[in-house]
């Protein structure tokens, strides 16, 4: 079965630069999740998306922002990068009425 | 206050015996619902087990079990029959409300459960 797909995998910035994490939803799942763990912690939300529109936004800093777009996938742009911001980036999918949150493999994002 | 707390940061358990691994959680409304991950090292998260707040029955897949005990707010995850590749650290997760789109999870600390041979 087909899952969450997120890319890159692994990124490396500098401080001050910027980066955009792309996630790619199971098929006909119409709601995207954003968590960030950071090391040894426990993955915290960030914003979330249904059918293309924002549904409920978390601890996610200013510098930061997402969108869906109309083929369902999400982008999460992160700009100004700090060394903090070093951590494992989830994107969760999940199709409204259902229970179960689908996550994909994660973007390792190390800031330098 | 936590809205999740799992309380054992480590466990040891011998290969082939059951463990549980406790998970306890505090929330005011009456409609929600309580999920296990399980993140081995490579560091993707798994689903596991899904307990509805009106379920009447405890759920089950698998190995897997969950002992949902309403009143004292717990939520425990048993495995059955440890396996070498159960070794991860597994997480708690909570979403409060009805079941609404949007509606995002709080985890809690984790356990790293290690399973000896």
């Known amino acids: 079965a087909a899952g969450v797909i997120q890319s890159p995998r692994h990124l490396i910035k500098e401080k001050r630069e910027t980066a955009t994490l792309k996630c790619y939803p199971i098929?006909?799942?119409?709601?995207v999740y954003w968590y960030q763990q950071g090391p040894g912690q426990d993955p915290q939300f960030l914003i979330s998306?249904?059918?293309?529109?924002?549904?409920d936004k978390g601890s996610i800093p200013d510098r930061f922002s997402a969108q869906q777009f109309s083929d369902y996938h999400s982008e999460l742009n992160m700009s100004s990068l700090e060394l903090g911001d070093s951590a494992l980036y989830f994107c969760?999918?999940?199709?409204?009425?259902?229970?179960?949150?689908?996550f994909g493999p994660g973007t390792r994002l190390t800031v330098l | 206050a936590q809205k999740i707390t799992q309380t054992q940061p480590g466990m040891f358990v011998q290969e082939k015996e059951a463990v549980t691994l406790d998970c306890t959680y505090d929330t005011s409304d009456q409609s929600y619902g309580l999920f296990w991950y399980k993140q081995p090292s490579s560091g993707e998260m798994i689903f596991l087990i899904y307990q509805g707040s009106y379920d009447e029955q405890n759920a089950t897949e698998g190995r897997y079990s969950l002992n949902f005990q309403k009143a004292r707010k717990s939520a425990n995850l048993v495995i059955s029959a440890s396996q070498l590749g159960d070794s991860a650290m597994y997480f708690c997760?909570?979403?409060?409300?009805?079941?609404?789109?949007?509606?995002?999870?709080?985890f809690g600390g984790g356990t790293r459960l290690m399973v000896k041979p």
């Open positions: 997760a909570m979403r409060e409300g009805f079941d609404n789109a949007g509606n995002m999870l709080t």
């Open positions: 998306f249904y059918e293309k529109m924002q549904s």
């Open positions: 969760a999918s999940r199709l409204a009425g259902n229970n179960e949150q689908f």
């Open positions: 098929p006909r799942h119409d709601t």
